[in-house]
């Protein structure tokens, strides 16, 4: 399948910084991609959708001005977390989708978030 | 609002026997149904999808779907302790683009 990577990894910061996520797909274009969040024990919850060029969109209860999602190619997507607070601690994924075959979705291998 | 759910578990079954994992969806529009295994501090991988009624094989998975009851399973032939892990049922709708729906996952335990 195809390769999704996302960076960093791991990142701790301090309350009220921000932090941005990177997700990129290395060999397809990615027409789509979607962030994920997931809390420990807790299901994957869609964030946002992004289609490239355009402005994401987000998910009922998720603010647009705090995660900022950036999606200026086809192989790359950026979300940053603007003023970050200890509840935004999670783990993000991303997701890529190439074309109109949105059934084959690639996910990054996260990033975890830890605000201190 | 659509939901999946799933039996958080956990599951244990002994090395060798079979698992089975259930899952149902609330949107009888949703058209394609996925299983992912996740193990812990990693992203999901795909392990298969489904679309039809009916059973789908792929090695010792196999998936069955039932839109009319809006019930999807999997079944682990031959369970390995390497197949303990948090399994994800993931359902998407119809339309463009719509990312896929998560349940809260099963967690299931394998003892050699």
């Known amino acids: 399948g195809a390769v999704v990577s996302q960076h960093p990894s791991r990142v701790i910061c301090k309350s009220g910084t921000s932090v941005k996520i990177e997700c990129r797909s290395l060999?397809?274009?990615?027409?789509?991609m979607f962030w994920y969040r997931q809390f420990p024990k807790q299901s994957l919850m869609l964030m946002a959708t992004s289609n490239e060029g355009s402005k994401a969109t987000y998910e009922q209860g998720v603010e647009k001005d705090k995660f900022l999602i950036n999606h200026a190619s086809l192989t790359l997507s950026t979300l940053t977390v603007t003023s970050a607070h200890p509840e935004d601690s999670s783990f993000y994924i991303c997701?890529?989708?190439?074309?109109?075959?949105?059934?084959?979705?690639?996910f990054g291998p996260g990033t975890r978030l830890t605000v201190l | 609002q659509k939901e999946v759910e799933q039996n958080s578990g956990p599951l244990s079954v002994p090395e060798g026997a079979i698992a089975s994992l259930n899952c149902t969806y609330s949107d009888r529009g949703s058209q394609s149904f996925f299983w992912y295994r996740q193990y812990s501090g990693k992203s999901p991988e795909l392990i298969m999808f489904i679309y039809s009624n009916g059973d789908k094989e792929d090695g010792r998975f196999t998936a069955q779907l039932n839109k009319a009851s809006q019930y999807v399973s999997l079944l682990i032939r031959d369970s390995q302790p390497s197949d303990s892990a948090t399994y994800l049922c993931?359902?998407?709708?119809?339309?463009?683009?719509?990312?896929?729906?998560f349940g809260k996952g099963t967690t299931l335990s394998v003892s050699s």
């Open positions: 997701s890529a989708a190439s074309g109109g075959n949105y059934n084959e979705q690639f």
């Open positions: 060999d397809f274009q990615a027409t789509t």
């Open positions: 993931a359902v998407r709708g119809n339309q463009a683009g719509t990312a896929l729906i």
